[in-house]
T-cell receptor
């Protein structure tokens, strides 16, 4: 089935700094979703990207879908302690409604 | 809306015992998913249903695992017999009907943390 790879696995960020996490696929994706899981919590949907080159913003979070629809990124500006958690990208898993989740990027923030 | 409801939230059992995890999806959602999350393997899809019918169970690890959805508001995941390597967090998620080319967002329940001793 479809595999999506995420890097980095861990991201240690100083509060106030920016960082980016990346999601890559070997094949073209029809769409990609991003989820956030707080420590001890469950994944929560953030956004879905469908169009080539699409850019969407949610406050300090900027999501981008690559022109070739094979990669995506999540950029967070001015990191806050509330950004702590694991961010997952998920792409179609090869058939109807099956999502394949990346391994996630776990973010910790130094105050 | 109460969201996806899972029970129990925590389960500790001994190897060889039967374990049943329960899920109530969000009303009106046609799709229901069971996932397993571990440090080693990440978030894995075990099985998913559409309109109460199992569509893809290729992620079910072995015959010890079974899942049912007798109606639109209830699903179970059963492990019999349980083994220590089944220890994980099991999530249930539901999703509303989506467009043909766009998968709908998935709403996850709080999960059941299973420990098999």
């Amino acid at each position: 089935g479809q595999q999506v790879m995420q890097i980095p696995q861990y991201q240690h960020v100083q509060e106030g700094e920016d960082f980016t996490t990346y999601c890559n696929s070997s094949t073209t994706l029809s769409n990609i979703q991003w989820y956030k899981q707080r420590p001890g919590g469950h994944p929560v949907f953030l956004i879905q990207l469908v169009k080539s080159g699409e850019v969407k913003k949610q406050k300090r979070l900027t999501f981008q879908f690559g022109e070739a629809k094979k990669n995506s990124s999540l950029h967070i500006t001015a990191t806050q302690t509330t950004d702590v958690g694991t961010y997952f990208c998920a792409g179609p898993g090869g058939n109807d409604y099956k999502l394949s989740f990346g391994a996630g990027t776990t973010v910790t923030v130094r105050a | 809306d109460a969201g996806v409801i899972q029970s129990p939230r925590h389960e500790v059992t001994e190897m060889g015992q039967e374990v049943t995890l329960r899920c109530k999806p969000i009303s009106g959602h046609d799709y229901l998913f069971w996932y397993r999350q571990t440090m080693m393997r990440g978030l894995e899809l075990l099985i998913y249903f559409n309109n109460n019918v199992p569509i893809d169970d290729s992620g079910m690890p072995e015959d010890r695992f079974s899942a049912k959805m007798p109606n639109a508001s209830f699903s179970t995941l059963k492990i019999q017999p349980s083994e220590p390597r089944d220890s994980a967090v099991y999530f249930c998620a539901s999703s509303p009907p989506g467009l043909a080319v766009s998968w709908g967002e998935q709403f996850f329940g709080p999960g059941t943390r299973l420990t098999v001793l």
